[in-house]
């Protein structure tokens, strides 16, 4: 776990490998995308078209923040679009997210395979085969990510930053409870136990401010007294501070996600905006936005501080979501993205 999740980082660099040709006239059709696991050291992207012959040359890939982005020249997506048609095989599954395929404007395609960089043992060895195969029907086209499982390429760059992450809620205090019982405080725990799993296997140094089911100052205290509490866990050279929660209203169907930092808050609200941008790329639930909030732990914190709502506990979708271990592990790889993204990135740009 440690080594697959450290690669990762040297995703971060961004990797483009680009042959520039000449413009065919007609365009390709898309009639597939598949991913599989070809064999310990490879992960294969095909892209099943018809029509002109997609080259090499016509190809340029980009791989950044643990997203493989392939743009083709002269192609269409044909019946393709976004996620329909893009088969990951399970045994990609360790590796691949999901696959975006959006036609762009003058005849190019842009394909988006969101690795799960954050647990995943590649290496950022892309390249494009040069030879596109044929059968009656279809053209191939193939991306190889190499994988590379020498420890020496391993990077931490992590460096030992302090995060403290506060499940928001816990023990007396159940905090918002769905239309099945599912309670924010176990959603909260559950999230950001396993964003602390990530962010200690790369390096970083994590406090939580409760890992388990608990009061931190005490059961049945104020707000004040408990939030104070948490702020209290907080060391001095802290470098970012992350609370999570879930959102709840008393219309069912209120939905979505969002980030907050404190009013006036510059390096806050870049922490707030990588976090938005990270939970937004898992692509299910509503994106309400970045916003600026008073919430007590945000503004008696000593260092750059966000916290976010990870969707509406009160909306019977949401709930389902943010109860799946699934969903979780997806909102717990976005939170580590948007951490490595703060600190590699220099906050964001
Ligand atoms: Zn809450």
């Keep these: 776990m440690l080594k697959k999740f450290l690669t ?31 064999d310990d050291e490879t992960l294969q992207i095909k892209i099943a078209y018809r029509g002109e012959m997609i080259n090499s040359g016509s190809v340029a890939t980009e791989l950044k923040s643990g997203i493989l982005s392939v743009e083709l020249d002269n192609a269409s997506p044909g019946r393709i679009s976004r996620i329909a048609g893009a088969q990951i095989k399970p045994n990609a599954r360790e590796y691949i997210d999901k696959i975006f395929v959006n036609g762009t404007k003058d005849s190019r395609t842009n394909v ?13 060895d892309v390249s494009v085969d040069p030879t596109s195969q044929s059968d009656k029907n279809s053209k191939y086209l193939f991306i190889n990510l190499k994988k ?5 390429n391993y990077t931490y ?17 159940a905090g918002a409870i769905g239309p099945n019982g599912t309670k924010e405080k176990t959603v909260s725990l559950d999230v950001s136990l396993k964003a602390r799993d990530l962010l200690v296997a790369a390096g970083y140094n994590v406090i939580m401010t409760h890992e388990t089911d608990t009061d931190v100052a005490a059961p049945g205290v104020s707000d004040g007294v408990e939030l104070q509490a948490r702020v209290d866990k907080t060391p001095p050279n802290t470098d970012i501070f992350i609370s999570v929660h879930c959102n709840a209203f008393a219309n069912s169907r209120a939905n979505g996600m969002e980030t907050y930092y404190a009013p006036g808050a510059v390096q806050g609200a870049k922490l707030a905006q990588v976090l938005n941008e990270e939970l937004d790329q898992i692509g299910e639930i509503k994106n309400r936005g970045v916003k600026p909030a008073r919430f007590y732990v945000m503004t008696h914190s000593k260092c750059p501080s966000s916290l976010i709502e990870l969707g509406f506990i009160t909306n019977y979708r949401e709930e389902q979501l943010l109860s799946s271990n699934d969903y979780q592990d997806k909102l717990a790889q976005a939170i580590a ?8 990135q220099g906050g964001f740009d």
């Design 337 to 344: 993205r948007a951490v490595n993204r703060y600190f590699n």
């Design 157 to 173: 760059n992590g460096d030992g930053k302090v995060v403290v992450i506060d499940p928001g809620h816990g023990g007396s205090d």
């Design 8 to 38: 990762c980082f040297t995703l971060l660099l961004a990797l483009t490998f680009v042959i520039s040709s000449t413009a065919l006239a007609k365009s390709a059709e898309l009639m597939g995308i598949d991913a599989s696991n070809l």
């Design 148 to 152: 590379n499982n020498t420890q020496d």
């Design 112 to 124: 988006k395979i969101y690795l799960h960089s954050l647990v995943n043992d590649t290496d950022v």
